[in-house]
């Protein structure tokens, strides 16, 4: 998918005037609330105009100000998922899957349905009034809702910040194994930066009604660490290997964890900020966190007053941070040794 | 003992038909009426505001007489009644008239209130997902309109039975013609010694009143149940 838009447009107070061209199939906007991110959406789906500007989307252009082309949404072909599932409340669920689908023109009708059903766990749902679901039932519904119209970008706008903290990982599930079915290329707007960097390759950062930058997901983390209130966050997939007293060990990589915060569930993801981990020159020699594990500096990188470091531990990367003086009198560098120190229970369990 | 003549059952029956038809002819354009002050932004619409209302501040005499003397002789509408083949003044049409005029505002009123509680993003979501503004008119707003739709019907079912002032202009009071229930009771009433058959047609008035609000309430409940 290429996606290029060169638009303006103001709103009160608000200016926004955006001017990008990204390719790619999972593709982040990631903002503050009140940054512009809504309004881009609109703008493409065609849901309001520009004061002027241009919008092409696969060579197709979408709107154009001096040309004075501008596609009704329903030509488009930009499928949203909105914040709060917006089902049709008269409709039951079957009827609001097939909304779209119906209103898709046949040669572009390329997802089956009963495949979709199968992939989004919809099957128990199909009969029932959309009153009488979940809210993460209402957003698998949502979701399937807008592949069947066969769109050819998606826009997931916030999907998953009406959903409390376990649903949204299941969310997340589904909407990773819905994209890698489906191959529909999407464009995931969110204000978590956590949830951007699980879902999309690639980042369009905007601030104040401006696209700030385009990046991967991973340099926009690092480059938050600084300013950001819980600094880096590592998500480390973890394998349950056994249950020691009241604690977990889990295989990440060559090395075993002991984290508090652990199930019975055989694989895990786990947070760990780079505020958490405590870096030591030498092997410290009597400590009360459960986890010294032995890292070689791969990388160091600024962020703010801080320096992030890049640590290679057991096949995998870990990010702590330390203060600009702390890394001078380390002495970190690259390929440098060095220990991190990390408390069983400062993992947090992801979902 | 209080009991009806065949006039007065003629006045009931009338009084249904012209409340029943000029219902059931204003509901598509108060329909579209509403629609068009809901959703659509242009330059003059205030004037539409304030056209579609007039009727409810205006005494329905006024409403009359301009209605006979658009529709008279030399009024401007005369033309295009002749083009119809319609001839009004002084028939029971004249009276479906009066009452769609009159009633118009509290349908549109009330439909437009249906119309305003109907989450925007639902419509969005129906154009993204292909629908046309006209299939999303009929397949999203309609059926999410039916409670102002409902409640705008009983309304002006209800005022439509009660009208008297337009309608005693416009079509007069002809028993068995244009005579509706409130045009009786005003006859009798004006004349000596009939006390008592007026109060047995306001008896029917107020049954048929409580009849239309009932039902509302009724097909109100049941509609809030199947959501």
Redesign the interface.
């Given at each position: 998918m290429e996606l290029s838009m060169a638009v303006r447009k103001r709103l009160g107070d608000f200016d926004l005037a955006a001017d990008f061209t990204t390719s790619g199939e999972a593709i982040g906007v990631f903002g503050q609330s009140g940054c512009g991110k809504s309004t881009l959406v609109?703008l493409l789906?065609?849901?309001s105009q520009p004061e002027e500007g241009e919008i092409w989307l696969d060579g197709d252009c979408l709107y154009s100000s001096s040309r004075r082309i501008d596609l009704?949404?329903?030509r488009?072909?930009?499928?949203?998922v909105?914040q709060?599932a917006?089902l049709?409340?008269?409709l039951s669920v079957e009827a609001n899957l097939l909304?779209?689908y119906r209103?898709?023109a046949p040669e572009h009708r390329r997802i089956d349905f009963k495949t979709l059903i199968g992939v989004l766990r919809l099957e128990e749902l199909l009969k029932r009034g959309v009153?009488r679901l979940s809210g993460g039932e209402r957003q698998r519904v949502a979701l399937g809702?807008?592949i069947l119209?066969n769109?050819r970008l998606l826009l997931m706008d916030e999907p998953l910040s009406a959903l409390d903290d376990s649903l949204k990982f299941q969310i997340i599930t589904y909407l990773k194994s819905a994209s890698e079915e489906f191959r529909i290329p999407y464009l995931f707007i969110s204000h978590s930066l956590i949830e951007v960097r699980l879902m999309t390759e690639k980042v369009l950062a905007v601030a104040g009604g401006r696209i700030a930058g385009q990046m991967t997901p991973e340099e926009l983390a690092r480059q938050r660490m600084g300013q950001s209130q819980v600094g880096y966050i590592n998500l480390l997939d973890v394998e349950l290997k056994r249950r020691l007293g009241g604690m977990y060990a889990y295989g990440w990589g060559d090395t075993e964890l002991f984290v508090s915060a652990g199930d019975d569930a055989p694989r895990a993801v786990f947070e760990l900020s780079s505020r958490d981990i405590i870096l030591f020159k030498k092997h410290p020699e009597a400590i009360s966190a459960r986890n010294l594990l032995k890292c070689t500096v791969l990388d160091t990188f600024p962020s703010g007053n801080k320096v992030g470091v890049e640590l290679g531990c057991g096949g995998r990367k870990l990010v702590a941070e330390v203060v600009v003086q702390a890394a001078d009198e380390l002495a970190i560098q690259a390929r440098s040794e060095i220990y991190a120190v990390i408390k069983a229970a400062s993992f947090r369990r992801l979902g | 003992m209080l009991s009806l003549t065949p006039a007065d059952f003629d006045a009931i029956a009338l009084s249904i038909k012209v409340a029943a038809v000029a219902t059931a002819l204003s509901l598509p354009l108060g329909f579209l009426y509403a629609y068009v002050l809901t959703y659509l932004n242009f330059r003059g619409k205030v004037v539409l505001e304030v056209l579609v209302n007039l009727p409810l501040t205006l005494p329905p005499v006024v409403i009359g007489y301009l209605l006979l003397i658009s529709l008279g002789k030399n009024g401007f509408l005369a033309p295009l009644c002749d083009l119809l083949g319609l001839n009004l003044i002084f028939t029971w049409k004249a009276a479906v008239l009066a009452s769609a005029v009159v009633g118009f505002p509290l349908l549109v009123r009330s439909i437009r209130i249906g119309m305003e509680g109907i989450?925007r993003?639902?419509i969005?979501?129906?154009?993204?997902?292909?629908?046309?503004?006209i299939?999303t008119l009929f397949?999203?707003i309609l059926?999410?309109s039916v409670h102002g739709i409902l409640a705008g019907s009983s309304l002006m079912l209800a005022r439509s039975l009660g009208e008297f002032g337009a309608t005693i202009i416009i079509a007069g009071n002809i028993p068995g013609v244009t005579q509706t229930i409130p045009l009786a009771i005003y006859e009798y009433a004006s004349s000596p010694g009939s006390e008592r058959a007026a109060l047995a047609l306001c008896l029917v008035a107020v049954a048929l009143s409580v009849l239309v609000l009932f039902c509302h309430e009724a097909l109100g409940s049941r509609l809030s149940r199947r959501?």
């Open positions: 609109s789906a065609g849901l009704p949404p329903q488009r072909r930009v499928g949203i909105f709060n917006c049709f409340p008269h909304y779209g209103r898709c009153n809702r807008a119209a769109p | 989450d993003q639902l969005q979501a129906s154009r993204t997902l292909g629908a046309r503004s299939d397949t999203v059926p999410l959501d």
